[in-house]
């Protein structure tokens, strides 16, 4: 949650990861700051509570440029046995963060203690790398599903060839017809030593579009493309699957 991270970040958004110059297409990479919540309700508390939370939070977002979403674990394996669910948010950019962080610790404290009262969390910090927006929920409801895969780089790669590798598969994907939300998530803070150099997060509009996504990867065979553009690039794991809720958009 916005105001917990403050314990946890330096007062400027800046990390020191291998990031290539080659990310750049027209001028140095923009990322956005991601944070992310791993939770467990405390005893005698529900999403009915949580949901208390998180209209306190958006009624103190009051300069905008953040967002915010729900992820409850589908398809997560183990994972989702210890957890709830995921709180994301992002902002704009990171001099909105900084602001925004500032404002909260400073005027309203409240909001944090409501978050301590109900769940227990640990907290992660990305930086973001968009490749291709994120596609409307097919039914207005703000409801998503998202996969997320942890990848490693070859040896000797580095992470702008392997975002390359990502951008040329997206693009064989739009070009034929499948237009998905992807994003890469570096991590920047609260991690330690990290076992993964990025995550992918895939976004779906929904439950059919999902399966709809399945069923084009099969009748294009587009494994084949995927494993020749990606072979030695990079090695990704089996992804875990959400069921998202948008809580917030405020970025525009």
């Known amino acids: 949650?916005?105001?917990?991270?403050?314990?946890?970040?330096?007062?400027a958004f800046t990390f020191s990861m291998n990031?290539?110059?080659?990310?750049?297409?027209?001028?140095?990479?923009?990322?956005?700051?991601v944070e992310m919540w791993v939770c467990s309700f405390k005893d005698r508390k529900d999403q009915g509570d949580m949901d208390d939370v998180y209209e306190m939070i958006e009624a103190n977002d009051e300069?905008?440029?953040?967002?915010?979403?729900?992820l409850n674990p589908y398809f997560a394996g183990t994972l989702g046995q210890n957890m709830d669910f995921i709180?994301?948010?992002?902002?704009?950019?990171?001099?909105?963060?900084?602001?925004?962080?500032?404002?909260?610790?400073?005027?309203?404290?409240?909001?944090?203690?409501?978050?301590?009262?109900?769940?227990?969390?640990q907290g992660l910090m990305f930086a973001s790398l968009?490749?291709?927006?994120?596609p409307e929920a097919a039914d207005g409801s703000g409801n998503f599903v998202l996969e997320v895969r942890d990848c490693n780089t070859g040896h000797g790669i580095g992470n702008?060839?392997?975002?390359?590798?990502?951008?040329?598969?997206?693009?064989?994907?739009?070009?034929?017809?499948?237009?998905?939300?992807t994003f890469v998530w570096f991590p920047a803070y609260g991690g330690g030593n990290?076992?993964?150099?990025?995550?992918i997060a895939t976004a779906y509009a929904g439950p059919r579009a999902w399966g709809d996504a399945g069923q084009w990867f099969v009748d294009?065979?587009?494994?084949?493309?995927r494993n020749a553009i990606g072979d030695g690039i990079l090695d990704c794991d089996e992804a875990r699957m959400y069921i998202g809720r948008t809580l917030m958009d405020n970025l525009n």
């Not at 968009?130 to 994120?134: F, L, R, S, T």
Request: with cysteine; glycine share 8%; charged share 20%.
């Open 63 to 70: 300069a905008g440029g953040y967002a915010a979403w729900q």
């Open 87 to 121: 709180y994301l948010g992002a902002w704009a950019d990171n001099s909105t963060m900084g602001a925004d962080l500032e404002n909260d610790w400073q005027n309203h404290p409240e909001v944090d203690e409501a978050w301590e009262e109900v769940v227990d969390c």
């Open 1 to 11: 949650m916005k105001q917990l991270l403050l314990v946890t970040l330096t007062a």
């Open 194 to 199: 990290a076992e993964f150099d990025f995550k």
């Open 19 to 33: 990031i290539s110059t080659t990310f750049a297409q027209d001028g140095p990479p923009q990322f956005r700051p």
């Open 160 to 181: 702008g060839q392997a975002v390359a590798a990502i951008r040329k598969y997206n693009d064989y994907r739009v070009a034929n017809g499948l237009t998905v939300g």
């Open 220 to 225: 294009n065979a587009a494994y084949r493309t």
């Open 130 to 134: 968009q490749i291709q927006p994120n």
